[in-house]
């Protein structure tokens, strides 16, 4: 039997369904998800192996216009990983019908690479047939796909269907991971995500995306099943730290019950989770903060 590897990258606009897309054909939650614009900040894998196939899965950041060195950094990461990858998946929304300044920009952007192109029309349980057709309509003559393939992705049919085009169009190659490994990530950064994906379920739209939390500390408790964190939660503003901890402290208390339940669930082990708020103005333009958070090397 032939076996089939390859690295795939999911680009789109933000906020198009990469993160659940992800999710869903890994079988695990790895990205976090949120309806949110530029909810993933980095690039995540999420490793998918088969009998006859391990396909890396990499979530890159949405393609936006860029506002501080954060969104520079976000928008460079996914750009480069165009050329760095065996498939692209380009991923569009239905319910839009027709492409946007954002998915042209996208276009353009592919001419630059050689890398074959999956086209996939997300959330086309939300249109009818007829305007599904008009939509792969307007968009085939936009670019040279492998693939038009439009999905759910909160449907348990997409990850077969991807997969068996994927396969079909990946090299023979290597196992470049164990079977036992679902993704790369350290298990810190997942962590702060987790913590941020709450944040981001909790706080209003003035906040979150002036948010970065890191892990501080991620120990197992000698003696017990139990594994110790604490971390940061960043904001730019004093009035942001204000609205993050809420009156007696009880916003805080939600983003750490509802993380620390996330946590349990991923980890598979009782937390014991310690969350502080504290203020780096203009975190977002800081060289110093991104590398702390990861967003720089």
């Known amino acids: 039997m032939e076996f089939k590897s390859g690295f795939v990258s999911i680009i789109g606009r ?5 993160s659940t897309l992800l999710n869903k054909i890994s079988g695990e939650k790895i990205a976090i998800m949120s309806d949110k614009p530029q909810t993933t900040r980095n690039t995540i894998k999420a490793i998918v192996t088969g ?3 391990q396909i890396v899965f990499i979530d890159t950041p949405g393609i936006h216009k860029p506002k501080t060195k954060l969104g520079n950094y976000m928008v460079d990461v996914a750009v480069g990983s165009l050329n760095e990858v065996d498939v692209v998946l380009f991923l569009v929304e239905a319910h839009h019908l027709k492409p946007g300044p954002g998915d042209l920009y996208i276009i353009e952007q592919l001419k630059k690479v050689k890398t074959p192109v999956f086209l996939i029309i997300n959330k ?9 057709l008009n939509v792969i309509d307007e968009y085939k ?3 040279e796909y492998k693939e038009i393939i439009p999905i759910s992705a909160t449907s348990d049919a997409c990850e077969d269907l991807i997969i068996d085009q994927l396969k079909k169009n990946l090299p023979k190659g290597p196992k470049y991971f164990s ?3 679902i993704t790369d990530q350290p298990e810190k950064i997942i962590v702060a995500e987790f913590i941020r994906e709450k944040v981001l379920e909790l706080v209003s739209d003035e906040v979150p995306h002036g948010v970065g939390v890191e892990v501080m500390s991620f120990k197992n408790r000698e003696g017990k099943d139990i594994v110790d964190i604490q971390a940061n939660i960043y904001c730019e503003k004093p009035t942001h730290k204000a609205i993050l901890i809420g009156k007696n402290g009880n916003m805080l208390k939600k983003i750490g019950t509802l993380s620390r339940m ?4 991923f980890l598979g082990t009782k937390v014991f989770l310690e969350l502080w708020v504290k203020v780096k103005k203009d975190w977002r333009n800081s ?3 991104l590398k702390a958070l990861g967003y720089q090397k």
């Open 124 to 132: 086309i349980d939300l249109i009818s047939k007829p305007d599904l």
């Open 14 to 18: 933000p906020n198009v369904g990469k």
């Open 262 to 265: 996330e946590i349990e669930n």
């Open 179 to 181: 079977d036992d490994m």
């Open 287 to 289: 060289d110093f903060m």
């Open 51 to 53: 009998e006859d196939y």
């Open 141 to 143: 003559d936009t670019y």
